[in-house]
DNA sequence: AACGAGCGTTCCGCACGCCAGTACGGGAGC
DNA sequence: GCTCCCGTACTGGCGTGCGGAACGCTCGTT
């Protein structure tokens, strides 16, 4: 009995356009999936066959999708798109040779990361020698309370806005690390402003941990934060707890001067 | 008197859905004009105020386009759709660490790209120490004949694909130096063939040359090229007929060997 | 301080195109 | 050979996207 009133707008009734909402909705599914067929999509969607076909149909038209056989993928021409928006982030240019040293210099994983929409978006990592192979990848989205990365700018972001992220998204639990609580993630936090950088102990992914500091705008808050990841076998002791943190630190504050005198 | 049935249905009557068209290229003007205001982007594509607002509100709740101040911008959700279609290529994966090898060698710019319909899409692109600053980035679109890349998998493709390529889209003239001539195309291409490498010399950027070798596939058609770019002054004599040659056409051929055999 | 030009946003009615059900053709597999 | 299930094509009714016009707001100008 799916009204079809009920699975167009079931998301938003403020959204207009239903149509292009359906559209994105395909899309998803296909990056979800991997690759699909159009039975495939409309049975997952719950939305008939022709309607799927019809919206496919277009998007390939216009070659942001691809055919490969009896099944549909999603298409370069998203990557143009993305190569373009990370591009015209002055962030991006500025931090990128940063986190580039950074990689290089622990043989980790480095990386940076951005708020949007109160998410964590990944835009830039850089591989050092020995980095750990983990399942990020630029534009991955994250949840900012559990990654050290995440904390470091809810950290240093007006009160009301950490507020509403967390009405937003909650406090979901990754792993039994995870902080689920919000007085003890309030708690870090303050420490994290007194001591100037973040760590996370497996709060995201077990065995693995991090060292992040915020990039600070003009305005006094965080517009994005640089981090080093690795295994717990290396991240431990003095290097965890000082050397890395120095290194981490001294990378965020370059960026921040570049970024405000260029 | 633009009866909308005009502006909607314009390029191709067989696209269905139009309003998916309608935001397409409302993207697509937004990602031209890097970053537009409702009232431009009407201007810009002769649609109502209004419309372009529903499509980009639509847009911005689903997070694909953010808004800054007055201003909407592509969002980095395409960089995830993006890096997500990269990471399911075989060739990607394959081709990548010959590439990096490749920039790393010989200090200068090493790319990978592959054919979608009919013109060529850059997939990665690895800086090596002297590397020139050019304007392509990952997913950047370009015309086959006027690169060496290009060349070097048109060399490589059944004789009707190349017809209906160079019907499709032409031999548009980039620089003074482009092959703008089907027949001397044609030569240049058996040339390539007997060689097993293909050079430009300035024939998309004046100054810029490369040398690129195909990836053959296991049905003996090019699924992809690899190549090194430099400007004129590095490239040339020896270096530029014999040792990079020698060096891209063994990446090359490392990749299509680790492409069937694993 | 008052003005007006420009912006993004909202409102609303009509007709047009999207949704969805159905039907067709072809390839794979008990 | 049959059946099943795929992707594709067709058709029509009703919901909905289009487009013009009007609304506040923030500017720069007088």
Redesign the interface.
Known sequence: MSVNGQQTMAA?T????G???T??RV?EAL?RL??AGVTELAKELHIPKSTVY??L???R????V?RDGDTY????????????????MRIYDVAKPQVDHLAEKTGELANLL?E??GEG?Y?YRARGAQAVRVDT?????VKLHCTSLGKAILAHLPEEQVDAIIERWGLPERTPQTVTDREVLEEELAAIRERGYAQDDGERLSGLRCVAAPIIGQNGYAVGAISVSGPMSRMKGERFDEEIPELVQSAANVTELNMTYS
Chains 1, 2 share one sequence.
């Open positions: 938003k403020e959204g207009r356009i149509a292009l909402e559209s994105l899309l990056k991997e690759g019809s919206h149909n277009t998007l038209q216009n070659e942001y691809v993928r999603v298409g370069l021409k998203f990557l143009d798109f993305g190569e373009h928006a990370r591009n015209r951005v949007e929409h978006v835009v990848h630029a534009g991955m989205r």
